[in-house]
């Protein structure tokens, strides 16, 4: 598939000092690697999107059963881990 492509003077000039620089042997390898770039950030976002959702549902229900604690409880656990790493950091 044959495609045209026009480039603002500045992505124009970005994909001129990539393939000047050597590590692309063409504009097409550039835009080709860019393109390939997107979509596995694209595929990222999608699949941190879901696993964030997944743990919303958790939460909520965690929540909806009571499975809550207040953020005095929240401190005292994460000043427990705080002390066990450097009690563990240090004990070395």
């Known amino acids: 598939m044959r495609m ?3 480039l603002s ?6 994909v001129e000092r990539g393939v000047a620089s ?3 042997a063409s504009a097409e390898e550039y835009v080709a690697q860019a393109v ?5 950030r694209a595929a990222w976002r999608e699949e941190t999107l879901e696993e964030q959702r ?3 549902e958790a939460a909520w229900q965690e929540a909806e059963r ?6 005095d409880e929240a401190r005292r656990g994460m000043e427990q881990m705080k002390a066990e790493w450097k009690a563990g950091r240090y004990a070395k």
């Open 54 to 56: 997944a743990g919303l």
């Open 36 to 40: 390939e770039m997107l979509e596995e």
């Open 22 to 24: 050597g590590r692309y």
């Open 9 to 14: 003077p500045e992505l124009e000039a970005a």
């Open 66 to 71: 009571g499975e809550i604690f207040s953020m």
């Open 4 to 6: 045209e492509i026009r």
